[in-house]
């Protein structure tokens, strides 16, 4: 039952990034891996659960594992999330094929990957350093700009390009351009007009589809179904952006 995906976690593992994290965490996780190895899923999946919603100091290994434990049960749909989550920080083709074949096998929507999905979770990945990228050019060509104006010498229309680069680095910063997307935690969950639970439902859909999400209202998410917006209520979606969106 879990060998095809115990060969990709295997192969997974060796390539996931050394972290450190506190020493009660360590702890926890060592705990948690001891009963992962001895085969005491349940037990060690609480652990991992409750490292993941307690603190962002957590093991990318640990998602894989939580993904393998749910596909071992038959919880397709949170084996999707956890190899989502895993696949926002570490993009791999491997854990991208491992979704598709999810979900052509249960016959669910919004897995469909193309290059640009690819490069998005590369953006992902390395958001934080490109940021810092942007800022750093931004200061850089400030001193040149600076140097240049008292050398008394002409600067053109080249502080445009300085504000440009600024603006790129403030864009990126504080508004989230790239449209995270989520999952649909439960069958029969419906699908609203407006964010109010006195308004038309407009569709029924069933859990595992993976839908683009356009803004949060209160307790509504605003996502795109068959190329239609649309209303669901946040707990009936689990946020597949990295951790802490929304």
């Known amino acids: 039952m879990y060998g095809k995906f115990l060969s990709i976690f295997i192969f997974l593992s060796i390539f996931t990034l050394h972290q450190t994290y506190p020493q009660s965490y360590t702890r ?7 009963l992962f190895n001895a085969q005491k899923y349940t037990e060690a ?10 603190s962002e100091l957590y093991s990318y290994q640990m998602l894989l594992k939580m993904a393998f434990i749910k596909e071992g049960l038959g919880d397709y749909t ?27 096998k249960y016959k669910l929507s919004g897995y469909r990957y193309t290059d640009l999905e690819y490069f998005i979770s590369l953006y992902n990945q390395y958001y934080h350093y490109i940021i810092f990228f942007f ?22 229309l080249r502080p445009l390009i300085f504000i440009f680069i600024l603006g790129t680095a403030y864009l990126l910063t504080n508004y989230n351009i790239i449209p995270p997307k989520g999952i649909i935690r439960k069958s029969g969950t419906l699908l609203m007009s407006a964010p109010s639970a006195a308004s038309v439902p407009i569709a029924t859909i069933d859990e595992g589809h993976r839908v683009m999400i356009l803004e949060k209202k209160d307790v509504w998410y605003r996502i795109i179904w068959e190329d239609k917006s649309a209303y669901i209520l946040e707990y009936n979606l689990w946020v597949t952006g990295k951790l802490g969106e929304f």
Do not use: C
Not at 82 to 90: A, H, T
Not at 143 to 154: D, G, M, P, T, V
């Open 45 to 54: 999946f609480t652990i991992y659960q409750k490292i993941l919603n307690s």
């Open 78 to 104: 949170a084996a999707l999330y956890y190899l989502n989550l895993y696949y926002n920080y570490n993009p791999n083709k491997k854990v991208l094929k491992k979704m598709e074949e999810l979900a052509a």
């Open 135 to 156: 800022l750093a050019f931004a200061l850089s060509y400030y001193l040149h700009l600076l140097i240049k104006k008292l050398r008394r010498k002409k600067i053109g």
């Open 28 to 34: 926890e996780l060592q705990t948690a891996d001891s």
